[in-house]
């Protein structure tokens, strides 16, 4: 990969880092990620930490639909004392425009 980047990478230079995606079959609204860290520490050693993530799609989007419904709900609050038509109203003054 590295020898056919020859933008990103100087000849004889290699990545400091290593990305690899593994295919998993479909677990439906569960979605699992493992994450391994390895740095280089005191004389010489390694320490890796490893994190194992499982969590819903659903659970996920639940604050931006609260979002959505505090937002429907505020605008149902909105009231507009003009002394004109409702014709005539500017595009300006409606919350969705």
């Known amino acids: 990969m590295v020898a056919s980047n020859r933008i990103m990478y100087e ?3 290699n990545p400091d880092h290593v ?3 593994k295919y998993v079959p479909y677990v439906g609204d569960s979605k699992r990620a493992m994450d391994e860290y ?3 520490i005191f004389m010489g050693g390694q320490s890796t ?3 194992h ?3 819903e799609d659903s659970l996920l989007a639940s604050p931006i639909i609260l979002d959505l ?4 709900e505020l605008n149902t609050r909105i009231q507009f004392k003009l002394n ?3 014709n005539s ?3 300006t003054l409606w919350p969705l425009s």
Not at 69 to 72: E, F, G, K, R, T
Request: aromatic content about 0%; some cysteine.
């Open 84 to 86: 004109m038509s409702p």
């Open 53 to 55: 993530n499982t969590c």
């Open 89 to 91: 109203i500017p595009s």
């Open 69 to 72: 419904v505090l937002l429907a």
């Open 11 to 13: 000849p004889g230079e």
């Open 19 to 21: 990305v690899v995606i």
């Open 49 to 51: 930490i490893v994190m």
């Open 38 to 40: 390895t740095s280089k």
